[in-house]
């Protein structure tokens, strides 16, 4: 299973790395973190006060029957003594139920600022940062990493983050806070039950390293295997008709329900070490118990320490003070969670962006579109370069066709115009200006692409057409789409420019896509039109349509279109063919039927026969 792969430069981050990281993120909220732990504080101070309320209780009970002495000056409470029995029980009870309610308001304030914080705050803003970065990357990062990849970050990996800030950073505090004072009050109680009940702390750390050892590779393969579980659900769902065109629904059900049952086995092997764990921290902490009720049930005997505010109180702390200890086997669990999660949303956030503005931009809304490439070549990371010395000059308005099979650079030759890519030598100017150079945004809103499979968002067809001139008006997108020959269909849908189109906009025939996707591009009323193939994906019913959609959209643009169509060639003012990155051929229709090369050769296939063939050759040979 492949990870993601963020691009050159990235570096593999440590695990005290992360978690500084995650610290600083959280800094970022520690106005809302400190109302938390301040909720959390008034929450512990109750509980002490509520714990030794009930011990001076038992104490004052113990006095009455028995005659004992009676000390709550370590509350600081002074019993009325002219008061009933009854009476001082009473107020010993109201002031109990008043802690507990207060307790109660707290722990309801405390999970609406954590649900606050960690859920509309911190998730929500880190979505939309990795939603951004990801908007900012090239597409060399989409090209090296799958969709299923980039989901799982989104969604999954950012809860992992969640989970630092709720159940490891705020409950670490929490546990830290609150085992200070149960400790402090127990040895303030006794010091010698303290150090017996506590006897087997250390044991707990050193089970709790070895858990992690132990664990996080688990946690790292199982999200793997997740997200190779999510590629194989994903695929299933784009390919679902050549499954059914292949009969292969059961070999695809085998597929993901191995994939499915991995995820299962990987997160049992998770939970048995994490049930193994969690008895193991507790059998540790009841080892407390039996300590107390031995020692602490000596000292009482001997009277060294009171009933109530000595031997009820100390079992109370020290039975909160276990249950802290236990939340270890939980934070311990989420520790190596967030920590896989982080890194994983972290490789995004690093991920460097290879196409940035300059320090200063030239700032240009409106561009002529004059186009040159000056010994321009490009290359993925190192490898075989995919364009090479190209040099071309294309001025404002001329319309290049652009040939070549399969894997000869035309879409990347194209995607260094609105700088997809930027090269890897020389220069593509606009206008005479280098485009490193150009304001990215005034670059790319000068362009209008046209892609062989148009993309429509689930959107209405209104908003299709605006997407990326959301401010036009209605008559704008009506003009925009009579241009792209749309508008008398737009019309027979249900809701004419209002209907919402689904996912993709697959309700449509790829005609009409392709119009709608035309109508888009013209709306910016670009300077340059880029068309990367429109019609190869159509009959030739309606490529006649398209064509006369692309005649009127071209018109008084500089246009480069990927074509292997002669009718599509035939329209440009000149051909580029290109053969491994080079160009080998360049010139108008009429001057490459003349010439021996690979253009020939494309038009001869094309032809019906050899006596069409033979009459435009003469044809060609007589003008």
Same mark, same amino acid.
């Not at 707290?106 to 990795?130: I, K, P, W």
């Not at 990987?266 to 407390?288: D, E, K």
């Not at 280098?434 to 689930?458: C, K, P, T, W, Y």
């Not at 392709?514 to 490529?543: F, G, Y």
């Given at each position: 299973? %492949? ?46 006060? *509520? ?15 028995? @005659?004992t ?21 009473g ?14 308001? &707290? ?5 609406v ?12 803003d ?25 989901i ?30 149960y400790?402090?009050y ?6 010698t ?15 709790t ?23 194989i ?22 597929h ?5 049952d ?6 049992g ?11 193991a ?11 107390l ?15 109530g ?6 079992? @109370?702390? &020290? ?8 939340n ?22 690093d ?6 503005? %300059? ?9 002529? *579109? ?32 652009? &040939? ?21 030598s ?5 206008? *005479? ?5 150009l304001? &990215? ?6 362009? *209008? ?33 009579r ?18 189109? @689904? ?27 880029l ?29 480069f ?12 003012d ?35 026969d ?14």
């Amino acid at each position: 299973m %492949a990870e993601v792969r963020p691009g050159p430069g990235a570096v593999e981050l440590s695990n005290w790395t992360l978690v500084r990281r995650l610290f600083a993120l959280a800094w970022r909220y520690r106005l809302h973190c400190l109302q938390v732990l301040t909720i959390q504080l008034v929450l512990l101070t109750l509980g002490i006060g *509520g714990l030794s309320l009930t011990g001076v209780g038992i104490d004052y009970i113990r006095h009455k029957i028995e @005659g004992t002495p009676l000390d709550a000056n370590k509350l600081h409470l002074t019993l009325p003594t002219a008061w009933e029995y009854w009476e001082v029980l009473g107020m010993l009870a109201g002031l109990i139920l008043v802690l507990a309610c207060c307790r109660a308001w &707290l722990n309801y304030t405390y999970a609406v600022s954590v649900n606050r914080l960690v859920q509309q705050r911190l998730v929500v803003d880190l979505r939309g940062e990795v939603y951004d970065k990801l908007q900012r990357l090239s597409f060399r990062f989409y090209d090296a990493n799958n969709t299923s990849s980039i989901i799982t970050r989104v969604t999954s990996d950012v809860q992992s983050v969640r989970m630092f800030v709720d159940q490891v950073l705020i409950q670490s505090v929490i546990m830290g806070i609150s085992l200070t004072v149960y400790l402090v009050y127990m040895i303030n109680l006794s010091p010698t039950l303290t150090l017996g009940c506590l006897a087997t702390t250390p044991l707990l750390w050193v089970l709790t390293a070895w858990h992690t050892r132990r664990t996080q590779p688990e946690y790292a393969q199982n999200r793997l295997l997740v997200e190779r579980m999510l590629q194989i659900f994903v695929e299933g769902l784009q390919g679902v008709a050549v499954t059914k065109g292949f009969g292969r629904e059961a070999t695809q059900r085998a597929h993901f329900d191995a994939a499915n049952d991995a995820v299962l086995k990987q997160q049992g092997v998770i939970f048995w070490r994490v049930s193994l764990f969690s008895p193991a921290i507790g059998f540790l902490t009841r080892i407390n118990m039996m300590v107390l009720l031995g020692y602490g049930g000596w000292l009482v005997i001997h009277g060294r320490i009171p009933l109530g505010t000595g031997f009820v109180v100390f079992a @109370g702390l &020290l039975e909160q003070f276990s249950g802290q200890v236990n939340n270890i086997a939980t934070i311990v669990n989420s520790v190596q969670q967030s920590l896989i999660g982080a890194r994983r949303v972290f490789e995004i956030l690093d991920a460097p962006v290879e196409v940035r503005n %300059a320090p200063q931009p030239i700032r240009k809304p409106r561009l002529e *579109g004059r186009v040159e490439f000056e010994n321009v070549s490009f290359t993925y990371d190192g490898a075989e370069a995919v364009v090479r010395d190209i040099n071309l000059e294309v001025k404002a308005g001329q319309c290049v066709a652009i &040939l070549g099979a399969t894997g000869a650079g035309k879409s990347v030759l194209m995607s260094l115009v609105p700088r997809f890519f930027d090269p890897t030598s020389g220069r593509v100017l606009i206008d *005479g200006i280098d485009a490193r150079q150009l304001h &990215l945004d005034d670059l790319r809103r000068n362009i *209008g692409l046209v892609f062989q499979e148009s993309f429509l968002f689930s959107n209405t067809v209104a908003a299709n057409i605006a997407f990326g001139h959301p401010e036009a008006t209605r008559a704008q997108v009506e003009k925009a789409a009579r241009i792209a020959a749309a508008h008398d269909f737009i019309l027979q849908l249900p809701q004419g420019y209002d209907t919402v189109l @689904g996912e993709s906009g697959n309700s449509l025939s790829g005609g009409q896509r392709q119009r709608l996707a035309i109508a888009r591009a013209v709306l910016l009323e670009p300077a340059i039109l880029l068309l990367d193939d429109p019609t190869a994906a159509i009959d030739s019913e309606t490529e006649h349509e398209i064509f006369e959609a692309l005649d009127r959209a071209i018109a008084g643009r500089t246009t480069f279109i990927v074509a292997h169509r002669l009718s599509t060639l035939r329209r440009a003012d000149f051909i580029i063919v290109l053969e491994d990155g080079r160009i080998v051929q360049r010139g108008t229709h009429e001057e490459l039927m003349r010439q021996q090369g690979p253009y020939l050769h494309v038009a001869s296939l094309q032809l019906v026969d050899g006596r069409e063939l033979q009459q435009l050759k003469l044809k060609e040979g007589g003008r």
